[in-house]
């Protein structure tokens, strides 16, 4: 149980252009989403903490304007990365929690490269 | 502000060495703390954790005590396998406040086991 889903898993993408990723809670229904980024060999950041139904709270120094989360229903949110450029290539995890926020579920990655 | 120190890696062992990868933490209020392990390709995972001051996890051989005098978490395991080889992240969350169900991460140590 417990399983958290990620797509795609890899993406490539044009410099300018925008890309969406999905987070599914496959079999709890998600309180809290979490959004994470991951440098090579680095550890990860917090971007945005979702809620379901109400709006993403971002970290300090986060583009609330540039990653667009949207938590719609229970077992899905998205974050959208509007018009990439290089800098935003990263390794992109989410995690989900049901009511105890002490328990995390991550999911497997996206890894996003932009051209 | 909450922070996570680990030792930095990469560790490299021999199959059966024992194993210590340190942690230590800052935390404005009462943290849980946690040890994630992230497998080649795979998302992290929850290895252990430990809600409260000389609380021991425990999992897969692997252990880890939370020590308030020295806000520590240290992780240990007797004998390695080389399915161990891994990235290791200590954690904590922060049990209330604005940080409430975030969790912080040290920067990860990377485990290789050699036969």
């Known amino acids: 149980g417990a399983v958290v889903s990620q797509h795609p898993s890899w993406v490539i993408c044009k410099s300018g252009t925008s890309v969406k990723i999905e987070c599914r809670s496959l079999?709890?229904?998600?309180?809290?989403m979490f959004w994470y980024r991951q440098f090579p060999k680095q550890s990860l950041m917090l971007m945005a903490t979702s809620n379901e139904g109400s709006k993403a709270t971002y970290e300090q120094g986060v583009e609330k304007d540039k990653f667009l989360i949207n938590h719609a229903s229970l077992t899905l949110s998205t974050l959208t990365v509007t018009s990439a450029h290089p800098e935003d290539s990263s390794f992109y995890i989410c995690?989900?929690?049901?009511?105890?926020?002490?328990?995390?579920?991550f999911g497997p990655g996206t890894r996003l490269t932009v051209l | 502000g909450n922070s996570v120190t680990q030792m930095e890696g990469p560790v490299t062992l021999s199959e059966e060495a024992f194993l210590t990868i340190n942690c230590t933490y800052t935390?404005?209020?009462?943290?849980?703390l946690f040890w994630y392990v992230q497998y080649p390709g795979e998302g992290l995972q929850l290895l252990l954790k430990a809600t409260k001051a000389d609380d021991k996890g425990s999992n897969k051989g692997f252990e880890a005590t939370y020590r308030k005098e020295t806000t520590s978490f240290h992780l240990e395991k007797g004998s390695v396998q080389v399915s161990d080889s891994a990235v290791y992240f200590c954690?904590?969350?922060?049990?209330?406040?604005?940080?409430?169900?975030?969790?912080?991460f040290g920067q990860g140590t990377i485990l290789t086991v050699h036969p």
């Open positions: 079999d709890f229904q998600a309180t809290t």
């Open positions: 954690a904590l969350t922060d049990a209330g406040g604005t940080s409430y169900g975030k969790l912080t």
């Open positions: 935390a404005t209020g009462y943290p849980s």
């Open positions: 995690s989900a929690s049901p009511a105890a926020p002490d328990t995390q579920y």
